[in-house]
Each structure stands twice: as C-alpha cells, then as structure tokens.
C-alpha cells in the first residue's frame, strides 16, 4: 500500500475512533499534532511514513481516559496497522513512538531515542504550549473538575511518575508542573524556535492571570 494511501486510511481510522472524545485529546488535537510533525519532520529529513503514522495514533487511546492503561493504545495502533498489511519494522517504530511520546512528569526518558520519536514528541509538546495550549489545559481542568487556581496549594516537584499521575492540582499548577518546562525538553533545532515563541505567549498569559487574580 502506498504511503498515501496508508496515511489516508489512518487518519479516517483515528478521526472516527476519537469521535466524540475530551478535546484537548480528541481528533483536532492529533490532526494539529500531524501537521506539525510532518513540518519539523520534513526540514529534519526523518522517515516520514513513520512520523505520520507515529502523529495520527499517538493518542489513539490515551491512557489517563483508560484508569492508567499504558498498553491499550500501542495495542489499538497495532491491530489497526496490522490489518492494513504494514510491515513489522514500520509498526514497531510507530509503537516505539505510541509507548515514548508521553511527558509522564518528565520521568520518562527512552534510551536511544529514534529521530522520528523527537520529531512527533516534539509536534505533541507544541500543542501543550502557546494559545492552543492554554486552552486544552483549561479545557481539561474543567473536564476533571478542577479548580483554576488556589494560592493555597503551590506547584509541586514530582518523586515519580505515579505521583504525577495521581496528581489532583489545580489547572494552574499544570503550567509549573509541565508545561513551562517543555521549552527546555524539545528535541529538534524547528520544535525549539517554536516552543520559544509559544513558550514566551504563555509567561504573558500567566502574568496577566495572577493580575487579575489580585483584582487588577
């Protein structure tokens, strides 16, 4: 089956799985995540049939919605690309990236990453960054039912990644615990231009946030 071909099928299958999903995980967040890997994934001359695959099943069941489920998701990816007749190699890099791609606290640290991991990984992070990703942090804050803030209950360092998981925090220690961090994180020369910018917007927000909260 032609790269094409296989990536039209995957993308039809991703769309209607996650149908109906929060949406901060739901199919516009893996089409931005797609978009932007094929760019960083073109300019750092990476298999691209991989990092298409690798971005459209990377949330194919995210397993904070399956009670910590780690396995669904490559296991979901898998059978799918099986039946498409893809070739052993292809399908274990894109699990490779399935099983990696995820921050985990920043706990999770792969040995030997492969380039087409970064590149994805660094597609997905961008999304948890700038304008798109305040509004996916809010957006699942109220999903779980969070407070915005609580000046009470300052951001934490994480001992593990279950702790991590676990974590009941407001929305706005999210920023502290993750997503101010992910600058420092990128993988490529094109995703570290990119966080910077959206990296920067962010700081902006929080300075504005924490005015208002005041009152100002």
């Not at 071909?5 to 996650?18: G, H, I, P, R, Y």
């Not at 949406?23 to 960083?40: F, S």
């Not at 904070?64 to 292809?90: H, N």
């Not at 040995?111 to 960054?129: F, G, I, K, S, Y």
Request: charged letters at 30%; a negative charge; proline letters at 4%.
């Amino acid at each position: 089956m032609e790269r094409e071909q296989l990536v039209e099928k995957t993308s039809a299958f991703v769309k209607n799985k996650l149908e109906g999903a929060e949406a901060g995980h739901d199919w516009w967040h893996t089409y931005r995540v797609w978009k932007a890997a094929v760019k960083i994934g073109t300019e750092e001359n990476a298999d691209l049939l991989v990092v298409e695959l690798g971005a459209l099943l990377h949330d194919i069941a995210d397993s904070k919605f399956y009670d910590g489920d780690e396995e669904i998701g490559p296991t979901i990816a898998r059978e799918f690309l099986e039946s498409l007749g893809v070739e052993k190699e292809i399908m274990e890099k894109v699990e490779f990236i399935i099983r990696n791609i995820s921050f985990k606290g920043g706990f999770n640290n792969p040995v030997n990453p492969t380039l087409e991991l970064q590149v994805v990984q660094d597609a997905d992070r961008l999304d948890a960054l700038g304008a798109i990703g305040i509004a996916r942090t809010f957006n699942y804050g109220g999903f779980k039912n969070r407070p915005l803030h609580d000046p009470s209950i300052p951001p934490e360092h994480y001992k593990d990644r279950e702790a991590y998981k676990n974590s009941q925090a407001p929305t706005i220690n999210h920023f502290y615990e993750k997503l101010l961090l992910l600058k420092d994180k990128m993988n490529t020369k094109v995703g570290k231009g990119l966080a910077k910018q959206r990296h920067e917007f962010m700081e902006a927000y929080l300075n504005q946030f924490f005015k208002e909260w005041e009152g100002n």
